[in-house]
């Protein structure tokens, strides 16, 4: 399984930013995608996840509102749209996969401990 996570750059605060994830290796179309991020000095936290194959979605506080994730199962890619951007988003970025994750257990919040992991895309948010 491959996860590989792209998109990230630079961008003023107020502004938007579009992250891909492409999923690649699962032998069914049943996971749960997760993004993380870490800022610098602190520890990696979770913000949303998506469940694959019934798109059931769970948002921290922290980006509920202002960032969405999408997914396109013919590309087996999920999208996070990141609106309204803050100073405090500044982190790197990882998305996360696992086939025993459920879609209950996306949509309850309950989406730590992703098995597979792609590299970190960073997301800087400054004037």
């Known amino acids: 399984v491959q996860l590989q996570a792209s998109g990230g750059g630079s961008v003023q605060p107020g502004g938007s930013l579009r992250l891909s994830c492409a999923a690649s290796?699962?032998?069914?179309?049943?996971?749960?995608v997760g993004w993380f991020r870490q800022a610098p000095g602190k520890e990696r936290e979770g913000i949303l996840c998506?469940?694959?194959?019934?798109?059931?979605?769970y948002y921290e506080n922290s980006v509920k509102g202002r960032f969405a994730v999408s997914r396109d199962a013919s590309r087996s890619t999920v999208y996070l749209q990141m609106n309204d951007l803050k100073a405090e988003d500044t982190a790197v970025y990882y998305c996360?996969?696992?086939?025993?994750?459920?879609?209950?257990?996306?949509?309850?919040?309950?989406?730590?401990?992703?098995?597979?992991w792609g590299k970190g895309t960073l997301v800087t948010v400054s004037s």
């Open positions: 290796g699962f032998t069914k179309d049943d996971y749960v």
């Open positions: 998506i469940s694959s194959s019934d798109g059931r979605t």
């Open positions: 996360a996969a696992d086939p025993l994750v459920t879609s209950w257990d996306c949509q309850s919040g309950d989406y730590y401990g992703m098995e597979y």
